[in-house]
């Protein structure tokens, strides 16, 4: 195996046991409840419970992405100890970590001239960009050098497919993503906002579905129409939710009825406190690898 770190933001929003078991590093992002500022670390300095409680009981939230000179400083941690660096960031057509992750690249590779740095705009989010990075670390367990990890991860990051939904609109309102009117009418007819992740990383509407109960079959149906091989899928698939554990649920039991060659059994994770932060609770996401988005 290559000596070379695998590493991600914490916005990959996978456990802090699975990042460990997995041997891939991440960096936190920040976020505000009201005005107090805690590490987007995975759960650890307060519970998802407690957070989603928190914004349903109407504390503000604003999110700050890693900056250049946290950044620098993590990056040469790893490059002091003889070591190259592979790092996907959270896609920049939602944050500016890239730009930062680039920038702290750069400085540090006139320092480590003899260091190979690679930083690869992940164009995904939450569990997709989790899921991302356990196939890398399966090609890095596999035996592929960072240049070849490298390589694929910047020809297929297109590939990760996204599709979610939010039961509450109020937060995507808040954000800028539905209009005040759209939500207002779409809360009166119960309609539910079903939304994928562009080709440019950012987040795109798609259609507007009646009741969370079809908008959960919606989203199965995109599965279908969007994964490798369709129904005959049988690669790996992660299911993201914000305090909605009970409707992910319902989208297992949705995709396991119509993908029975499904690669392990789905990955079921909460959505952090940075992607959380803007969509509030209610949301729920399944990723899974197929068609290039258009």
């Given at each position: 195996?290559?000596?070379f770190?695998?590493?991600?933001?914490?916005?990959?929003?996978?456990?802090?046991?699975?990042?460990?078991?997995?041997?891939?590093n991440?960096?936190?992002?920040?976020?505000?409840?009201?005005?107090?500022?805690?590490?987007?670390?995975?759960?650890?300095?307060?519970?998802?419970?407690?957070?989603?409680?928190?914004?349903?009981?109407?504390?503000?939230?604003?999110?700050?992405?890693?900056?250049?000179?946290?950044?620098?400083?993590?990056?040469?941690?790893?490059?002091?100890?003889?070591?190259?660096?592979l790092?996907?960031?959270?896609?920049?057509?939602?944050?500016?970590?890239?730009?930062?992750?680039?920038?702290?690249?750069?400085?540090?590779e006139?320092?480590?001239?003899?260091?190979?740095?690679?930083?690869?705009?992940?164009?995904?989010?939450?569990?997709?960009?989790?899921?991302?990075?356990?196939?890398l670390?399966?090609?890095?367990?596999?035996?592929?050098?960072?240049?070849?990890?490298?390589?694929?991860?910047?020809?297929?990051?297109?590939?990760?497919?996204?599709?979610?939904?939010?039961?509450?609109?109020?937060?995507?309102?808040?954000?800028?993503?539905?209009?005040k009117?759209?939500?207002?009418?779409?809360?009166?007819?119960?309609?539910?906002?079903?939304?994928?992740?562009?080709?440019?990383?950012?987040?795109?509407?798609?259609?507007?579905?009646?009741?969370?109960?079809?908008?959960?079959?919606?989203?199965?149906n995109?599965?279908?129409?969007?994964?490798?091989?369709?129904?005959?899928?049988?690669?790996?698939?992660?299911?993201g939710?914000?305090?909605?554990?009970?409707?992910?649920?319902?989208?297992?039991?949705?995709?396991?009825?119509?993908?029975?060659?499904?690669?392990?059994?789905?990955?079921?994770?909460?959505?952090?406190?940075?992607?959380?932060?803007?969509?509030?609770?209610?949301?729920?996401?399944?990723c899974?690898?197929?068609?290039?988005?258009?």
């Amino acid at each position: 195996m290559e000596n070379f770190i695998l590493s991600c933001c914490s916005t990959a929003d996978l456990s802090k046991e699975h990042f460990e078991k997995r041997n891939i590093n991440y960096v936190c992002f920040h976020y505000f409840l009201d005005d107090k500022q805690y590490a987007d670390d995975l759960g650890q300095s307060m519970s998802f419970e407690d957070f989603y409680k928190a914004m349903e009981n109407g504390a503000m939230t604003r999110t700050s992405q890693v900056n250049v000179a946290e950044y620098e400083e993590y990056f040469e941690g790893f490059l002091k100890e003889g070591k190259d660096i592979l790092h996907l960031t959270l896609s920049s057509g939602i944050s500016g970590a890239y730009n930062s992750a680039m920038v702290a690249k750069n400085m540090l590779e006139e320092k480590y001239p003899d260091r190979k740095i690679y930083v690869v705009d992940s164009i995904s989010a939450a569990c997709g960009y989790g899921l991302m990075m356990d196939t890398l670390a399966d090609m890095r367990d596999a035996g592929k050098s960072i240049d070849e990890v490298h390589q694929w991860a910047e020809e297929n990051k297109n590939r990760m497919q996204h599709w979610f939904t939010a039961t509450d609109l109020t937060y995507l309102i808040r954000g800028g993503r539905v209009s005040k009117a759209s939500g207002f009418v779409g809360t009166m007819l119960n309609i539910c906002p079903l939304m994928t992740v562009a080709p440019d990383g950012s987040l795109k509407p798609v259609q507007k579905v009646r009741t969370k109960k079809k908008v959960l079959e919606a989203l199965a149906n995109k599965m279908e129409e969007n994964a490798e091989n369709g129904s005959a899928y049988d690669g790996k698939c992660y299911v993201g939710h914000s305090a909605c554990e009970e409707d992910a649920k319902v989208l297992i039991g949705h995709i396991e009825n119509r993908f029975p060659q499904l690669k392990g059994k789905i990955l079921l994770c909460n959505i952090g406190t940075t992607i959380g932060s803007h969509t509030g609770p209610g949301t729920v996401v399944v990723c899974f690898w197929g068609k290039e988005r258009v």
